[in-house]
């Protein structure tokens, strides 16, 4: 084999572990949301998710001021509540959109309840739970991706409550 050659081969090889690790990412990252904009991702291969709320929904919350989260530990079941979160404008509470075991609170949230607003998605997270398989293979049946929740978004824009 020649050194051209043997020097194409190996770019190949690793421009294709590189293609595979950015696929196992994508399908790690990508987020689900409800109709009540709470959003869901899965963050490991323990079934572990983290959960959070929408852009919008924090948009339309305002400054949150304070947040009540369950203990670590807590089973909830999907569309229970399992946060509440006190702004300028309304206290809203958030459900659960599926049904796991807490595993971690934002403890952060604590002290610096504005990080919601500022970073909904990264920082602002709420909470982390446990989810069996089968919760976490139905998440892309039973809630939107990103694509479907943008078209939720601007089908419903014109709603009071959505």
């Not at 689900?32 to 919008?56: A, D, L, M, P």
């Not at 947040?67 to 702004?87: D, M, N, V, Y």
Request: some cysteine.
């Amino acid at each position: 084999m020649s050194a051209s050659a043997l020097l194409l081969f190996r770019h190949t090889i690793k421009f294709h572990s590189i293609r595979q690790f950015h696929i196992t990412v994508r399908v790690l990252n990508e987020r689900f949301y409800t109709k009540k904009h709470e959003w869901v991702q899965v963050i490991n291969t323990k079934n572990e998710v983290r959960i959070g709320i929408s852009e919008f929904a924090q948009n339309a919350l305002g400054d949150v001021v304070y947040c009540e989260l369950p203990a670590i530990g807590a089973k909830l079941k999907r569309e229970e509540t399992f946060a509440t979160l006190e702004s300028v404008k309304a206290v809203a509470d958030c459900f659960m959109p599926v049904d796991g075991e807490i595993s971690k609170v934002n403890e952060n949230l604590k002290t610096q309840a504005d990080l919601i607003n500022k970073s909904p998605y990264s920082d602002g997270w709420l909470v982390q739970a446990i989810v069996d398989d089968k919760n976490k293979n139905d998440m892309g049946k039973t809630l939107m991706n990103e694509a479907k929740y943008k078209e939720f978004l601007e089908k419903n824009k014109d709603a009071a409550d959505h």
